[in-house]
């Protein structure tokens, strides 16, 4: 039996892991959860995640890892090569730093469950619109200086660590909402590089098994 994640297909937090996965080389399958549908609440998926998100990580032995920077961890742990994280202590709370201003300060503002909030409290598509945009762009400008004074070529470095598992969505999730990467010249580099890197091309949303056409 292999890992089985519980996936959607452009939703970021699962996406991160995906390319976590594909970078280490770990074998998986993939479970869709229909975020839009609501899948995420029925009685079935709240057995294996109580707070009804994704992704989950069911392992071979049965037991179910959730949250994407615990998985990612988790995999650092159990495969550490190639590794995520640099082996200086400091270079790891940086690599940690940057990878949690996406995952803790940009995009808990922006998911499904807070945009539905902010459409049930009565704000229209262009209020949410620029609700997204602030929390993308100020997100964006606390790391290009980071990615510009640590990057070579990925977000910290010559080769893909935490930090570009969760900066690549990101720059996904930020051309839906249309902003534009221009100021952020360091970041698009990254996206960039990424691009050409096979993990990554087979972790994009548009190559999962659930992708739903434009």
């Given at each position: 039996?292999?890992?089985?994640?519980?996936?959607?297909?452009?939703?970021?937090?699962?996406?991160?892991v995906r390319?976590?996965?594909?970078?280490?080389?770990?074998?998986?399958?993939?479970?869709?959860?229909?975020?839009?549908?609501?899948?995420?609440?029925?009685?079935?998926?709240?057995?294996?995640?109580?707070?009804?998100?994704?992704?989950?990580?069911?392992?071979?032995?049965?037991?179910?890892?959730?949250?994407?920077?615990?998985?990612?961890?988790?995999l650092e742990?159990?495969?550490?090569?190639?590794?995520?994280?640099?082996?200086?202590?400091?270079?790891?709370?940086?690599?940690?730093?940057?990878?949690?201003?996406?995952?803790?300060?940009?995009?808990?503002?922006?998911?499904?469950?807070?945009?539905?909030?902010?459409?049930?409290?009565?704000?229209?598509?262009?209020?949410?619109?620029?609700?997204?945009?602030?929390?993308?762009?100020?997100?964006f400008a606390?790391?290009?200086?980071?990615?510009?004074?640590?990057?070579?070529?990925?977000?910290?470095?010559?080769?893909?660590?935490?930090?570009?598992?969760?900066?690549?969505?990101?720059?996904?999730?930020?051309?839906?909402?249309?902003?534009?990467?221009?100021?952020?010249?360091?970041?698009?580099?990254?996206?960039?590089?990424?691009?050409?890197?096979?993990?990554?091309?087979?972790?994009?949303?548009?190559?999962?098994?659930?992708?739903?056409?434009?």
């Amino acid at each position: 039996m292999t890992l089985l994640l519980h996936s959607y297909w452009r939703a970021t937090a699962p996406y991160r892991v995906r390319i976590g996965l594909n970078l280490k080389g770990v074998a998986y399958d993939y479970a869709p959860v229909h975020l839009v549908e609501g899948v995420q609440h029925s009685e079935g998926y709240k057995a294996i995640n109580r707070q009804e998100l994704i992704p989950a990580l069911t392992t071979p032995e049965g037991r179910v890892i959730t949250q994407s920077l615990a998985i990612l961890e988790w995999l650092e742990e159990t495969h550490p090569e190639p590794a995520l994280l640099p082996k200086d202590p400091a270079d790891r709370a940086l690599v940690r730093a940057m990878a949690a201003i996406v995952a803790c300060d940009i995009h808990p503002l922006n998911n499904l469950r807070v945009q539905q909030q902010l459409t049930a409290l009565g704000v229209d598509a262009a209020g949410r619109d620029v609700w997204s945009k602030r929390w993308i762009n100020d997100g964006f400008a606390a790391l290009e200086p980071m990615v510009t004074a640590h990057g070579r070529g990925f977000a910290f470095g010559a080769s893909p660590t935490l930090a570009d598992c969760c900066l690549i969505p990101q720059v996904y999730s930020a051309h839906r909402y249309g902003v534009w990467l221009d100021p952020y010249p360091a970041i698009a580099g990254v996206a960039q590089r990424a691009a050409e890197h096979p993990a990554f091309a087979a972790a994009h949303p548009d190559r999962q098994p659930d992708a739903q056409p434009a």
